[in-house]
């Protein structure tokens, strides 16, 4: 079983900047797929990005240039790293891995990019 705990979530002016963490229980190494999705208020749950254990990377359109992922694997923690945050960016966002068949989410961080 994998535990997933994001953190980092809150209230942001737009063109400000914020990091999101995810800590695992478990050993990030051994995770195929490590990513962070986003859910606003009434509409469905969209990939923002994603990073293979080999270090490839993916990033949604709307995000690119703007959003980093990254990961500590001594940290078992799966970082994403925000900046000219827009009022659009406002969401629930979630952690995910895909680990031993199966995918795992953590329960989400509020983000709210608003003056």
């Known amino acids: 079983q994998v535990q997933l705990v994001e953190s980092g979530g809150g209230l942001v002016q737009p063109g400000g900047s914020l990091g999101l963490s995810c800590a695992a229980s478990?050993?990030?190494?051994?995770?195929?797929?490590m990513g962070w999705y986003r859910q606003a208020s009434g509409k469905s749950r969209e990939l923002v990005a994603k990073?293979?254990?080999?270090?490839?990377?993916y990033y949604v359109d709307s995000v690119k240039g703007r959003f980093t992922i990254s990961r500590d694997n001594a940290k078992n923690t799966v970082y994403l790293q925000m900046s000219s945050l827009k009022p659009e960016d406002t969401a629930v966002y979630f952690c995910?891995?895909?680990?031993?068949?199966?995918?795992?989410w953590g329960q989400g961080t509020q983000v709210t990019v608003s003056s």
């Open positions: 995910n891995v895909y680990w031993s068949g199966r995918s795992y």
């Open positions: 478990g050993s990030i190494l051994s995770m195929e797929v």
């Open positions: 990073m293979g254990s080999g270090g490839s990377t």
